[in-house]
């Protein structure tokens, strides 16, 4: 049986990621903070799922719980480095400075965290793979999204750097960079707010956590020679809003 590793079980991208990969025959070793969806996932999929409770801007919870991991469920093969989150909507210089440390601490140091702690266990394989939740907010700066933008740059750099690094393994790496998605993405981001919340997904139609969950099975279906760097998308119904010139 092949193992997994997924962070942000507990909604979106990560819970329908964790039950595709269930379908595939996966052991998936579940991460997030939430404990009682890790008990429910638990009920549902026994011990296909290993829940583990684990907030991942904790280093040292990070690296205790992959030390701590049993023997059986060390092989593995493929890491979905996925928890993360936006925080407010604001210019920079009046967004919550705690709001700045919570994204860097989650979507950039947390996520390295789990990257460093996973990695020497997939070394060790014959063909592993690690999947990266980046976003299109890398490369389309947008209004209010500064310290977010900047840590999903981070994300998209990190995945080509990692990849060279690892030149000469069998460990794939790629960066997915979704646009608008429907999930509690926006509900995190407007702290609770779903009238808010709900506005962003209003009269569109946007890309369902499903679809991600479809894109990572296609992806590692494909041949061991084939690495997808990236994939950037879009739902259609999204495009760019172009430059913006002052009037004066
Ligand atoms: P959700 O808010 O639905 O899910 C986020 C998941 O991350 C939850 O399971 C949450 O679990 C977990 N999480 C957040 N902080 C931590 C933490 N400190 N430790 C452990 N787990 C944590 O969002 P999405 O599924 O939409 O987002 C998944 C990823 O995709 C994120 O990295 C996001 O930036 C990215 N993305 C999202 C897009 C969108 O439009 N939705 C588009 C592009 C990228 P819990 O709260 O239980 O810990
Ligand atoms: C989430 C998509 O456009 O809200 O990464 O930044 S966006």
């Known amino acids: ?3 997994a590793l997924i ?31 890790l008990h429910k996932l638990q009920e549902l999929y026994g011990d296909k799922v290993h829940p583990i409770v684990l907030d991942v801007r904790d280093k040292q919870a990070v690296f ?5 991991l049993p023997q059986e469920l060390t092989n593995i093969s493929l890491l979905v480095n996925n928890a993360g989150l936006a925080l407010g909507l604001d210019e920079f210089d009046s967004l919550d400075i705690e709001d700045i440390e919570t994204m860097i601490d989650t979507n950039i140091k947390g996520f ?4 460093r702690a996973v990695l020497p266990l997939m070394r060790k394989m014959q063909n592993a793979h690690v999947i990266n ?8 700066p947008y209004y209010g999204g500064n310290v977010y933008c900047g840590t999903k740059a ?12 690892l030149r000469g393994s069998n460990i794939k790496v790629t960066n997915i960079a979704p646009g608008l998605c429907k999930t509690e993405f926006s509900e995190v981001r407007f702290k609770g707010d779903v009238k808010k919340a709900d506005g962003v997904y209003e009269n569109t139609k946007y890309i ?14 494909l041949p061991e020679h084939i690495n997808i760097n990236e994939i950037e998308l879009m739902p ?5 809003a172009g430059t913006f010139s002052e009037k004066i």
């Not at 981070?154 to 690094?165: C, H, N, P, W």
Request: charged share 25%.
């Open 1 to 3: 049986m092949k193992i």
């Open 7 to 37: 962070t942000g079980v507990s909604s979106g991208f990560g819970l329908e990621t964790l039950k595709a990969l269930v379908e595939l025959d996966y052991k998936v070793i579940a991460i997030a903070r939430r404990e009682e969806r």
């Open 64 to 68: 205790n719980a992959i030390d701590k």
């Open 112 to 115: 390295l965290y789990i990257a």
């Open 133 to 140: 939740l980046g976003s299109i907010a890398a490369n389309v």
């Open 154 to 165: 981070f994300v998209a750099q990190f995945s080509k750097a990692l990849r060279t690094d």
């Open 208 to 221: 369902q956590a499903k679809d991600i969950a479809k894109i990572i099975t296609f992806i590692i279906s």
């Open 236 to 240: 259609v119904t999204q495009t760019w």
